[in-house]
């Protein structure tokens, strides 16, 4: 037969608070209420404390906005570029995307916001400019949204050039004519 033995451990229970009591009598005469003076444990409330300032500290950090940072011209400072290196794209309404190269309006397409479309428009356009004049760092891209187009298409165009590492950009108003050539598309 096994003998097996058997562990006993004795914890004492830990006390949140007690109570102590003075159980000294100095004077024989007038009897006075006892005084009891108490004593809490105050631990979890420090743990709990450290608990919720880790949290809020965690919470501050990862809620952080990150913005893209839009770089403007100073006023005097004018560009002059050449229309072979531009790009001109239109943000109409119902993610519509509308573009054009150079001063051709009359060679307007229409594409999206996909991967497939407006991303490989730039990355064709740099891809073009490139080839032509040895830099696709030359490339501007004229962004101009419609009153329909949302915030949603503004920044989702702005990715769009961030993701194909443009650096050379102008947001601008649509002008008349190409309004006039919208509605007819």
């Known amino acids: 037969m096994e003998k097996t033995a058997a562990l006993h451990l004795s914890v004492k229970p830990k006390k949140m608070a007690e109570i102590q009591t003075n159980n ?14 108490t004593k809490v444990d105050l631990t979890p409330m420090v743990d709990l404390g450290f608990l919720l ?14 913005a893209m940072g839009i770089y403007i011209p100073d006023e005097g400072d004018s560009m002059t ?18 573009y054009y ?17 407006l991303r490989a428009i730039i990355r064709s356009k740099k891809e073009q400019v490139a080839f032509k004049f040895g830099d696709g760092n030359e490339t501007v891209i004229l962004l101009k949204p419609t009153d ?17 590492s443009i650096t050379r950009y102008v947001l601008m108003d649509v002008d008349e004519t190409e309004k006039s050539l919208l509605f007819k598309h």
């Open 148 to 164: 329909d187009a949302s915030y949603n298409n503004i920044v989702d165009a702005f990715d769009e050039l961030t993701i194909n």
């Open 24 to 37: 000294s009598t100095k004077h024989t005469g007038v009897r006075r209420s006892k005084k009891l003076s």
């Open 53 to 66: 300032i880790t949290f809020f500290i965690f919470t501050s950090v990862v809620a952080k906005p990150t």
């Open 81 to 98: 570029t050449g229309s072979s290196k531009t790009l001109n794209i239109i943000l109409a309404g119902d993610n519509e995307v509308y």
């Open 101 to 117: 190269n150079g001063d051709d309006l009359n060679n307007m397409h229409a594409t999206n916001y996909s991967p497939d479309g």
